[in-house]
């Protein structure tokens, strides 16, 4: 995993030439994003992962590049942006893929392109579930049964082992019952603390676009808004104000290489910054009730 500092991005075609070549006989999986941003760099420079991926085929053997399958992810969904991704890379992966399931599924395909149906290999079977001891008060009721034993007062109220199995049974279930309550609190937190890293993100990138909209520089500013864009389409449970943010900036899709829309400066971007604030204040407070 690549991409911690401007030196890893500056060096990614190299370093990841050489893990092809250091390993002969393996298939390599390549998924770079298409904006890399040399953060540490002074200025703020944006690095193509699509040109990088074209420099790596090129950089490699016949033999080292038929190992290798390259995959742009980007949060630009237009049909003649992916065209152009594919046209260089093998494939394309949405910013908005995010479990393992959905990754999976995205990825599949692409390596079956790539490399044939056979390099793919079934998951293996899940193991069958154990099957479940009878309980004590189960063995005994058949017992009764095989001995014909009429209902007496051990029968009806239970005996002093069945009592014991009966409140053993019911404790059982309530710690599963409470294991499946933490389970969930916990993939819930991780949602939350996800969503507040990435509105985190996303205000830095608000900054980045109040000042090039106050330099009047649209091309920085829509780098920005294109940002902004992929992040919002990763969040987990997006709110009211993050699907009004990403459908504002989705409209703007025909400005990416005019001149920005008209009264941006005076009330879209005003209007879009409060939008995206909002949805910021709401995620800090959710994360501070998680906590």
Not at 94 to 120: H, T, Y
Request: contains cysteine; aromatic residues 4%; glycine residues 6%.
């Amino acid at each position: 995993l690549l991409g911690a500092n401007s030196e890893q991005v500056e060096n990614f075609v190299e370093d990841v030439a050489a893990f092809v070549r250091a390993r002969p006989g393996s298939r390599v999986l390549v998924v770079i994003d298409e904006n890399l941003d040399l953060a540490d760099s002074g200025a703020h420079v944006t690095v193509s992962g699509s040109e990088g991926i074209s420099r790596l085929r090129a950089m490699l053997d016949p033999e080292d590049e038929a190992r290798v399958l390259t995959v742009v992810r980007s949060a630009n969904d237009s049909q003649t942006e992916l065209a152009r991704y594919r046209t260089i890379a093998h494939g394309t992966l949405s910013k908005g893929v995010l479990d393992r399931q959905r990754l999976c599924d995205a990825i599949v395909p692409i390596w079956k392109a790539r490399f044939g149906e056979d390099a793919v290999v079934p998951a293996p079977e899940p193991p069958a579930p154990r099957a479940r001891k009878p309980s004590i008060v189960s063995a005994r009721r058949q017992q009764q049964r095989k001995a014909g034993a009429s209902p007496g007062l051990g029968s009806r109220h239970g005996t002093a082992t069945e009592l014991g199995s009966r409140r053993s049974t019911a404790a059982d279930a309530g710690d599963g019952a409470a294991s499946g309550a933490e389970d969930d609190a916990v993939a819930q937190s991780a949602m939350v603390s996800q969503a507040f890293d990435l509105h985190r993100e996303m205000l830095q990138s608000v900054r980045r676009a109040d000042e090039a909209t106050r330099l009047k520089d649209w091309h920085a500013c829509w780098r920005e808004l294109h940002r902004l864009k992929g992040a919002l389409s990763t969040l987990p449970e997006p709110s009211r104000e993050d699907r009004a943010a990403r459908d504002l900036i989705e409209g703007l899709r025909a400005h990416v290489d005019e001149v920005p829309p008209q009264a941006w400066a005076e009330q879209t971007w005003p209007d879009l910054r409060r939008t995206l604030e909002a949805a910021a204040r709401r995620q800090r407070q959710q994360q501070g009730a998680a906590e």
